[in-house]
């Protein structure tokens, strides 16, 4: 080997402008060969920015050399892999960055569904089906999220809103946005909710409260002062922003008043003829379950 002679070296890309950084090695094909990395997935970053190349480290140039160049660039890379934001390599030691994995599944998603293979090779009725067989078989062995008790799923929740994760990443604004799409998506292919009658809607409501009620969550899980105190913030906050009642004017306000007055609804028990808050005081005072109900007029 001769002061010429090609070389196996392990090097670092950083960039003039930005904090973007690349680990790597390279086998020479001829001594001091261009070389600035063989970069795919963020190629745009050689393109828009300024690299630089340091060489780190220089190995025997035999298979053994570069196999030792191989595991220093592993343990280089390993503790900022799939953490640091600013490195640009997408494998170590032949694993896989999660950028890379979430492209290829998508691409994987999306051939499956457009063959219609797999889990889209179902009807919406046969999904559903299935979800709720599967559902029901994790309740029933606790696995899952009903593996959990409700104080530690409430614990769980309090931790990611507190860590600005998952739903609670989003601005008001964009959830917002983000409900709408859903539920006009839903509203058009008569799915979840808008996919239910009116009975089954009932029911279901009527049930999620008794559930909540029985294990004192959600709104049962605090006091009548602390309910009072919580609607005196929203009517506020509500009333502050003009949004919900308050976004309507004295006009739309008591349009949509006498059409709520106007409907007149029975209680299926009793008979009992009434407005729908009407029919409501009237079924409480007598035990009897607000849901057995229907709309007349």
């Keep these: 080997m001769t002061l010429k002679s090609p070389r196996i070296y392990l090097y670092k890309i950083t960039f003039e402008e930005v904090s973007y950084y690349y680990y790597g090695v390279h086998k020479e094909k001829k001594f001091d060969e261009y070389y600035m990395g063989s970069p795919i997935t963020h190629k745009w970053v050689w393109d828009f920015y300024t690299p630089k190349k340091q060489i780190i480290e220089l190995f025997e140039f035999s298979d053994k050399g570069y196999e030792e160049a191989l595991e220093v660039e592993k343990r280089l890379i390993k503790p900022f892999y799939n953490t640091d934001k600013w490195c640009l390599n997408e494998h170590c030691g032949g694993k896989i960055s999660l950028h890379i994995r979430r492209e290829t599944g998508r691409k994987v998603g999306k051939k499956i569904f457009e063959a219609k293979k797999g889990i889209h090779s179902l009807s919406f009725e046969e999904r559903s089906e299935r979800g709720k067989k599967y559902a029901q078989k994790c309740y029933e062995e606790r696995k899952g999220i ?66 909540h009620y029985e294990n004192k969550t959600g709104i ?55 407005t729908p808050g009407g029919l409501s005081n009237f079924q409480k005072k007598r035990g009897i379950d607000t849901s057995k109900r229907v709309r007349i007029s």
């Design 146 to 211: 009903h593996a959990e008790t409700t104080e530690e799923r409430r614990k769980r929740g309090q931790k990611l809103y507190r860590e600005k994760k998952g739903i609670h990443a989003q601005t008001f604004k964009e959830k917002s946005e983000l409900g709408k799409r859903n539920g006009q998506k839903l509203y058009k292919e008569g799915r979840g909710i808008f996919g239910m009658s009116s009975e089954e809607k009932s029911e279901i409501s009527r049930k999620t409260g008794k559930n």
């Design 220 to 274: 049962f899980s605090i006091t009548p002062e602390e309910r009072k105190e919580i609607n005196k913030k929203t009517n506020k906050k509500l009333l502050e922003e003009s949004k919900g009642i308050f976004s309507l004017t004295n006009e739309e306000r008591s349009e949509l008043g006498k059409k709520t007055t106007s409907q007149v609804w029975k209680c299926t028990i009793t008979g009992h003829t009434s």
